[in-house]
C-alpha cells in the first residue's frame, strides 16, 4: 500500500492536507471551530502575499462561476449591514456579526477560490479525507465499546472556547452523546451535533470513492459507513445511500441498454404512480415520527421564521438570529434551516446571494457530470448541501465541510482549463500519484 502523510509542497498545500489529517488531535483539545474558521483567511492571506512577491497574479486562473460565489457571499455582508441598520442594532452588535460572517458565510466564497489558485492535486485531498475517516472508524470502534461499558461519554469543553464566541458545542470534546428522546447513544465523532457528523458522512463518501488505493478506500468507506449509523441522523441515511447511487450510475446514463430499461420502466412507474407514493409516503412519516419532538420544534421554527420574514423584513432582513419562544424550546428563529434562516436574517436579498451559484453551479457541473468524474463528484457535493440546506444551516457548518468548498474551485478551474477528469489526473482509470 502506497502511503503519503509527510505531504510535501508551498506552506498553502501543506496547510491544507495537514489541517485534514490531524482533525482528531485538533478535535482532542476542541480546536476544530477555530483551525478550520481562519484557515480560510491565512491561506487566502499566503496566497495574496505570494502574489505580491512573486508578482504573478494567481488569481487571473480563477474562472467566473467561483467569483460568482464570492461575489454572493459579499452580497450577504451588504445585507447583513442593511439590516443591522434597519433594525438599529448598534456598532458592536454589526461588527460581532461581521467576524461571526467571515467565519460563516463568506468561507462559502473564500474555499472555492483558493481551490482555484492553490495547486493541489485532487489525489491529496481524496487521501487526506480517507485518514480523517479512518479515524473515524477506528474512533467509532473503540467509543461504541466504551458507550457498552456504561463510561461517560462527555469529556470537556475545551478553554479556546474564549477565542470563538460560539456555543458550548462547538468546543466539547466528547466520545459519544446521548439521544434525549430515546436515551441511547448518539455519536457527533467531531461535529459539534450529530446530524452535522451525517451530513460530513455524505460528503466524505464522495471523496472516498474516488480513491485509488483499495485498502484506504475500504477504510474510507469504512469509516464513513460509521459515522453515517452511530450519528443516526435521518436526513443522513437517506441521502448517503442516494448520493452513492447517483455518484456510481450517473456515467451509466450514457449505456443504451439503461436508457431502453428505463424506457420500459418509467410507464410502469406512471401506471403504479399512486402506491408508490402513497408508500413514499408512509415511510417519510415513520422517518418523521421517529423523532416527534425534535420534528415538532423544527417545524415550529420554520413557521416561525418564514411568518415574521414575510410580515416584518422581506427584502434585507432582521439582520440576526433572534431567541425564541417556549413552543420551539428557545431555539433560534432563523436556525436548523438554511433558506427559511437566510429569509429572516437576511431576507430575500440574502436567499438569492445563495441560490444563484448553487443553481448554476449544478448545472454547470451536470453539463460534464457524464463524463467527468471531478464534475460528477462536485455534482455530488453540491447535491448533498442542498439537501442538508433544509436541515441544517449551512453557515455555522462551513468550518467542517471546507473540502467540499475547494473541491467545487478545483473541479471549476480543471473544467476551464479542459482537463479529463475520467482518464486524467485521477480519473477511474488513472493511477493514483499519492
Known sequence: MQSQTNYQGTVEEKLICWALVLTYPIYAIGGLYITGSALGWIVLGIV???????????FKQVP????????????????????????????????????GWAKGWALLGVFPILGAVVDLKPERLIRAICVVAKHSAIFGMITFIIYLSGLPGLLFIS???????????????????????????????FAPWATAAG????????????????????????????MALLSQSRAGWVVFIIIILIFLFTRQLRNPWLLLFLGFLLPIILLLGEPIYEWGMDAF???????????RVRAALENLALQRWRDEAPIWGHGMVESGIKLVEFMPI??????????????LVGLIALAIPMVLSFI???????????????????????????????EILAYLYWPALFWLGMTFKSLENGENGENGEHGEHGESHV
Not at 367 to 391: D, G, I, K, T
Open 364 to 394: 454547470y457541473l451536470l453539463v460534464f457530470s457524464f463524463h467527468n468524474l471531478q464534475a460528477r463528484s462536485a455534482m455530488c457535493l453540491l447535491v448533498v448541501l442542498f439537501c442538508y440546506s433544509f436541515f441544517e444551516n449551512l
Open 285 to 295: 412519516q415513520q422517518i418523521r415520527g421517529s423523532r416527534p419532538a425534535s420534528t
Open 199 to 226: 451530513l460530513l458522512s455524505c460528503i466524505f463518501v464522495i471523496f472516498c470513492l474516488q480513491e485509488k488505493d483499495k485498502v484506504w478506500k475500504s477504510w474510507g468507506l469504512a469509516g464513513c459507513a460509521m
Open 159 to 189: 478553554p479556546l472556547q474564549i477565542l470563538g464566541g460560539a456555543g458550548d458545542n462547538f468546543f466539547m470534546v466528547s466520545l459519544y452523546g446521548i439521544n434525549p428522546e430515546t436515551a441511547a447513544g448518539r455519536w457527533q465523532f
Open 48 to 58: 495574496i502575499l505570494r502574489a505580491l512577491v512573486e508578482g504573478e497574479n494567481s
Open 334 to 347: 432563523g436556525s436548523h434551516h438554511t433558506w427559511f434562516g437566510l429569509l429572516f436574517v437576511k431576507g
Open 64 to 99: 467566473i462561476i467561483v467569483w460568482l460565489w464570492g461575489l454572493g457571499m459579499l452580497v450577504m455582508l451588504i445585507s447583513l449591514w442593511v439590516g443591522h441598520t434597519d433594525w438599529s442594532l448598534g456598532t458592536n452588535q454589526t461588527i460581532k456579526s461581521t467576524v
